[in-house]
């Protein structure tokens, strides 16, 4: 028992708990996102599944993992014009529409995956190429914080800088001013001309960025391979955790950061002789909590008909 | 108009199978030289011989119940896509219930299959009591129930029912007791009876009687139905687990005929296929029966293809997914069925 | 020279109703142009499609005499064409000055907002057109008469010529309403044209230059407002000499139905919504509860229906306590209610006409038996009903969509009515529908009270309450201010207690209990 809770003073924990956390940060950004312009985007897995085949199949072929990060946050974003163009012109219900996009993402990696390299389960055959890890000098000599922040995949360091640049957008630029209005008053964006159509497209294509990287990192970082379903429910435990956070970046990134701790406490439990299956549910379970503690604190109204 | 109206209906999901089919087609092109023979496969293949008929009609059994299961949470407008992991859990409860009580003898099949129902109420339980007592959004609890089902179901065969002398990760082999039979020589699936039945029986539920009404009453407007003296909370949470129940059901009837073991070492989908068998069936249990043979005859077609060809059968997913976004597309045709309603509006003017 | 005019437009809706026929309109420049006619006569329609947010079925709008093809209220906005709706098109949650500078945001470096720029040009233009805003407040917080003018700059700022206002007086308090007709005639003396939609004729008569009057999606006719008396006007609106053809006698009280003792209400943000209610409901009267809206009306009908919780005090149905009952249970205890909302809550819009009759009995003989449900009786019920009460529908299995605003609330209306309630507590009961089908359920109503039941009235529509009711607690507030008897009561009378310029002795109100 000393030893796990020995852990949480070990750098090398908090070093674990940056990387785990890494695709859910980049998936709570898409989540936030939409649905700062009242877009529910079910389809962050579907997006995430996506990038991470794309990225790493591309990477693998032109032996560049810049290329193939590229390639596969533009699949995402493909994915994410599907969904927009369902919802937005098709006028497909958006839950119904992300869930169809979640299949698809799932069944064409799958197809595809056998089709190039006659597999099903995962492409380790086709070689590797991880996106590099950075060393950053003065970063690396301070003690304890350089164990935990340095040496970390470049896409760690970007989806950090994300959370802020979010925050900026959705606070301070006119596009997130903009996304705001439309998200909680869609009929006073467009009375003054702002077209809700238009800005719920780039969040959802914004929202399919995000979802790129965090499954680029998948394939490219977290692991250098692709591996059927390999999202494994991260893209929807990114909606709880953005719940969590309301409408505020910094408070859904410290959401993704719980689940990140969650994630990385199995490992340490795994470790000590704890089944895996049992130690996967972690994340799961902690996402019906938090559910729950969301729902509790939001304000209860009074009115029994709203509340249905 | 109500008729030209239906025409439209008819005319669209004729186009949409069209439209998905072609996009198919266009991925079989990247995939294999041979796409006509594929594609023939892929079509006519569940008619090539009685063995694949047969094949056709039992892949039909699960995707009836878990559409049942989703046309009736999509009725109350609940979105509870928990099917998978209720059809999983279930399976494990008609597992448990086949192993430990062979005493039974001839009760034991109906135990077994019972059991297998309520454990997929059970699952299904959870996102109805979040939702109820705390309006926690059941679409994401029951996606998280999906991925618990299958660590928990997972861990508990694999440690304490495997059967070590079998090649496979699988549990010890049922009684015969626990045995759901299966027909001729092909080895038809008994189920099949089964599933068709509790269909019209959900039918009949949802049309003809007062529960059924309820049900129609929150799907089509919950504000109204608490207004006018529904309880909406109550109605909700029955149907979710009533869905639960048809799912787990579907988990068992699966294991008892066709394996008579528990084999799944993944998530089967039965669950995720009954969202486009529900759609297809515009949530309507008695067209869910048409809607699932017609997604069974595409999903063994995928499959004999597969086999035939070398080819993954996931193609079929794709075709599902985009199947869904057409059929409910709400804007599809929508210049046609404006054009009807304005020239009846107009009328005697 | 013609500001902005309609030629030839129809609108067809999805749903079939046809809003505008060959409607022609124009307004000329820096006038004031009223647009009166009946509820659903297709003026608020013909103002979408003048400010781009409906596309017309045919017809062509033209402004400042030049044709105009208008996609979206953005190319109504550039071409000088501005609208304040009825409902305010705010973000509750932003200041006025974000309100006002969404869409056209003032940029610093390449991506930031400028706050103080958007300051200064709000204040710039605010001295320019004589308007006090109070710039940095949350809109969510400000009083409905100083929204409005966020709305009406909204359009000023970008260069409206052409202002559009959908009954803007509906939800001011006459002061207000004066202030804003200040507005509108400095407004109209600097050249911008003005339109506005209004039920109020006396405000039509006191500032509109012209007036066109409506009727059933056609235009009858535009006229210069000397011409007109407001009873013409009436009789235009309405297509004939139109009286309410409603005759009362004396009610003849009986026992007490719903007593409510000493009710408060807090709501969620402790705002104190009801300030300790108490009266009493007797058998064989219609007692209405007059009020400006706002004033706590919804809240009290949603505590009596069991639609709201969370409120204390006694409310006292044959002599039990049943505050914080379930709405199933109040329905059994016979107490039926007309919601003033009949599309999200008093109906359910995807079911047929039949369906939503027997929403409140659908389990009970002859409707369903234990378990099953009989289909045929509920049609034939359905059928009974609609031709009880006049409801112009093609069949029982015709979706409620498909009806009219007074069809609607017509079904509405024959479900409650219909199922022996002691208690009908009716919100708006005719809000928003023709005249013809309010007339009809008024009697309904009176027609009630002589069976012998008691009707509880919530009304912000004084004629109404003047026709109908029998006795009359004006709310103001959240208090009742006033306990009056309906005998050569006007509109003025009710008035000064709704504005709470008036109030009756806080001593004889207390003795309504015993009355």
């Known amino acids: 028992m000393s030893n796990f809770f020995q852990n949480f003073i070990d750098p090398a924990f908090w070093y674990s708990v940056l990387r785990v956390s890494t695709p859910l940060l980049f998936a709570v950004m898409a989540a936030l996102v939409s649905s700062i312009s009242g877009s529910i985007n079910i389809g962050i897995e579907g997006m995430m599944l996506m990038a991470a085949f794309w990225g790493n199949v591309v990477g693998a072929f032109v032996k560049n993992p810049w290329i193939g990060l590229v390639a596969g946050v533009a699949s995402a974003m493909a994915m994410s014009l599907l969904l927009a163009f369902s919802h937005l012109k098709l006028r497909v219900n958006l839950v119904i529409a992300g869930v169809a996009l979640n299949l698809f993402g799932s069944g064409f990696t799958v197809f595809m995956l056998f089709a190039l390299t006659g597999e099903k389960g995962t492409s380790a055959s086709l070689g590797s190429q991880p996106i590099p890890r950075l060393d950053i000098p003065l970063l690396r000599d301070i003690p304890f914080l350089g164990k935990v922040l340095n040496n970390h995949n470049a896409l760690t360091y970007l989806a950090l800088i994300s959370i802020f640049l979010v925050d900026y957008l959705i606070r301070k630029t006119p596009l997130g001013m903009r996304m705001r209005a439309v998200g909680e008053n869609p009929d006073a964006a467009t009375s003054v001309g702002v077209s809700v159509l238009r800005v719920k497209y780039l969040s959802l294509l914004l929202s399919g960025v995000f979802a790129g990287f965090a499954g680029a990192f998948l394939s490219m970082g977290y692991v250098s391979w692709f591996a059927r379903d390999m999202t494994s429910g991260r893209g929807f435990i990114a909606l709880a955790a953005q719940a969590l956070g309301g409408n505020s970046a910094i408070l859904g990134a410290l959401g993704a950061l719980l689940f990140g701790i969650a994630e990385a406490t199995g490992f340490t439990l795994q470790s000590l002789r704890i089944p895996s299956e049992i130690t996967n549910m972690i994340p799961f379970i902690l996402t019906l909590v938090v559910l729950i503690i969301y729902a509790r604190t939001r304000v209860r109204s009074h009115s029994r008909i709203q509340k249905i | 108009m109500k008729r030209s109206l239906a025409l439209l209906e008819l005319v669209r999901m004729a186009l949409t199978i069209l439209i998905a089919l072609l996009i198919g087609y266009v991925f079989l092109l990247f995939s294999t030289k041979d796409v006509a023979e594929a594609f023939k496969w892929f079509l006519y293949g569940p008619l090539s011989s009685q063995r694949r008929f047969v094949e056709f009609l039992n892949n039909s059994v699960p995707l009836i119940m878990t559409g049942l299961a989703l046309s009736l949470v999509f009725q109350a407008r609940v979105f509870n896509i928990g099917a998978e992991g209720c059809l999983f859990f279930g399976g494990f409860g008609a597992m448990l219930a086949a192993l430990e009580f062979p005493q039974l003898s001839v009760l034991h099949l109906i135990v077994t299959l019972l059991t297998a129902a309520l454990f997929g109420a059970i699952w299904a339980f959870v996102p109805a009591i979040l939702k109820a007592k705390w309006k926690a959004s059941e679409l994401v609890s029951s996606l998280m129930m999906n991925y618990i089902a299958y660590l928990l179901v997972l861990f508990l065969v694999n440690n304490y029912f495997r059967d070590k002398a079998a090649g496979a990760l699988v549990s010890y082999r049922f009684p015969q007791t626990a045995w759901l039979a299966t027909l001729t020589r092909y080895r038809l699936n008994s189920g099949f009876f089964i599933a068709v039945s509790v269909a019209i029986l959900i039918g009949f539920l949802l049309y003809f009687t007062k529960y059924g009404y309820e049900i129609r009453v929150v799907g089509a407007n919950k504000k109204f139905g608490f207004y006018t003296g529904i309880n909406v909370v109550v109605t909700t949470f029955w149907v979710q687990l009533l869905a639960g129940a048809l799912a787990g059901l579907a988990g068992g009837i699966e294991l008892t005929a066709m394996y008579r073991r528990f084999v799944w070492q993944s998530l089967p989908g039965y669950g995720f296929d009954g969202i486009i068998v529900a759609i297809l069936a515009r949530n309507n249990p008695f067209l869910v029966i048409p809607s699932a043979l017609f997604i069974a005859y595409l999903r063994v077609g995928a499959n004999i293809m597969s086999r035939m060809m070398g080819l993954a059968p996931e193609v079929v997913i794709v075709i599902q997914s985009v199947m869904i976004l057409l059929v409910t597309a709400e804007a599809l045709l929508e210049r046609f069925k404006k054009r009807i309603v304005e020239r009846e509006a107009m009328k005697g003017e | ?515």
């Not at chain 3, 000023?156 to 507005?183: C, H, Y």
């Open chain 3, 1 to 515: 020279m013609k500001a902005i005019e309609a030629i030839n437009v129809t609108k067809v809706y999805p749903n079939g109703v046809v809003a505008n026929r060959n409607v022609n309109f124009s307004a000329a420049v820096g006038e004031i142009h009223a647009v009166v006619g009946e509820n659903g006569a297709g003026k608020t329609t013909l103002m979408k499609i003048l400010f781009g947010m409906e596309k017309p079925t045919s017809g062509e709008i033209r402004i400042f005499e030049k044709p105009a093809q208008l996609n979206s209220p953005h190319d109504a906005i550039a071409l000088g064409v501005g609208m304040v709706h009825q409902h305010f098109m705010l973000v509750p949650s932003f200041t006025v000055a974000e309100n006002i500078m969404l869409g056209i945001e003032p940029k610093k470096n390449l991506f930031s907002l400028d706050f103080k720029r958007m300051e200064q040009i709000i204040s710039e233009y605010a001295k320019k057109v004589n308007f006090e805003l109070p710039i940095w407040e949350k809109v969510m917080d400000l009083p409905v008469g100083v929204k409005q003018r966020v709305e009406i700059m909204k359009a000023l700022i970008r260069g409206a010529k052409v202002l559009i206002l959908d009954e803007p007086s509906s939800v001011l308090t006459p002061q207000e309403v004066n202030e804003l007709f200040v507005v509108l005639k400095n407004l109209s003396q600097q050249g911008i044209t003005i339109i506005f939609i209004t039920h109020k004729l006396n405000e039509v008569k006191q500032i509109a230059d012209r007036i066109t009057i409506m009727r059933e999606g056609r235009v009858v006719g535009t006229y210069r407002n000397e011409e007109l008396t407001e009873s013409q006007i009436v009789e235009l609106m309405i297509g004939r000499k139109f009286e309410y053809d409603i005759s009362r006698v004396k009610a003849v009280p009986g026992e007490p139905l719903l007593v409510v003792k000493n009710l408060n209400y807090f709501r969620e943000d402790g705002a104190h919504i009801l300030k300790n209610l108490s009266f009493v409901l007797r058998s064989g009267e219609i007692l209405a509860i007059a009020g400006l809206e706002g004033n706590g009306q919804k809240e009290l009908v949603e505590i009596l229906t069991g639609l709201r919780e969370n409120a204390s005090g006694e409310m006292l149905v044959g002599g039990k306590n049943v505050l914080g009952a379930k709405p199933w249970q109040l329905r059994q205890l016979g107490i039926s209610h007309i919601p003033d909302d009949r599309i999200e809550v008093g109906s359910a819009l995807d079911m047929s006409v039949a369906e939503n009759m027997i929403s409140d009995r659908y389990d009970q003989q002859p409707f369903s038996g234990r378990v099953v449900y009989r289909k045929r009786s509920v049609i034939e019920f359905a059928r009974r009903l609609i031709k009880e009460f006049s409801i112009r529908v093609k069949s029982p299995t015709t979706l409620v969509r498909m009806l009219s605003g007074g069809n609607m609330q017509k079904v509405v209306v024959a479900r409650e009515l219909t199922n022996e309630p002691k208690v009908v507590i009716a919100n708006q009961p005719t809000h928003g529908i023709d005249v013809a089908s309010s007339e009809f359920i008024r009697k309904k109503l009176l027609q009630m009270r002589d069976e012998g039941r008691g009707v509880l009235l919530v009304s912000t529509d004084l004629q109404e309450v003047l026709q109908i009711a029998d006795r009359i607690l004006v709310l103001y507030k959240g208090e009742i201010v006033a306990h009056l008897q309906n005998e050569n009561l006007t509109e003025t009378d009710l008035g000064f207690y709704m504005l709470g310029t008036k109030r009756q002795n806080p001593e004889e109100l207390k003795e309504l209990l015993t009355l």
